[in-house]
């Protein structure tokens, strides 16, 4: 069993930066891959990023490529999601997620546990 807690989001201009962290409680946050997905109002979740449990391969969606990174720190049982150039279109609830010993894939069932999500918003 693992606790996911999601932060770092909030309300930003377009073009600007915001990171996202989610951070892990229970059993031992390094064996986890993780990942980060998004809901926009009245749209699926989404696929946005993911990262095997040791750091590398590291995958996006690629609406994201080039201006979200995902990273790891296993000492701090952390996740964190940097996103710059942001567009209006990157507006939703981001949730991250982790799976026990899985590989970094893209597909939300294959995720155990999943955070509570916190608000991202870009304005025009």
């Known amino acids: 069993q693992v606790q996911l807690v999601e932060s770092g989001g909030g309300l930003v201009q377009a073009g600007g930066s915001l990171r996202l962290s989610c951070a892990a409680a229970?059993?031992?946050?390094?064996?986890?891959?993780m990942a980060w997905f998004r809901q926009a109002p009245g749209k699926e979740r989404e696929f946005v990023a993911a990262i095997s449990w040791s750091g590398s391969p590291t995958y996006y969606t690629d609406s994201v490529k080039g201006r979200f990174t995902i990273s790891r720190d296993n000492a701090k049982n952390t996740v964190y999601l940097q996103m710059n150039s942001l567009k209006p279109e990157d507006t939703a609830v981001y949730y991250c997620?982790?799976?026990?010993?899985?590989?970094?894939?893209?597909?939300?069932?294959?995720?155990?546990?999943w955070g509570q999500g916190t608000q991202v918003t870009v304005s025009s």
């Open positions: 997620a982790a799976d026990l010993w899985g590989p970094a894939q893209a597909v939300a069932h294959a995720y155990e546990y």
């Open positions: 229970g059993r031992t946050f390094s064996s986890y891959a």
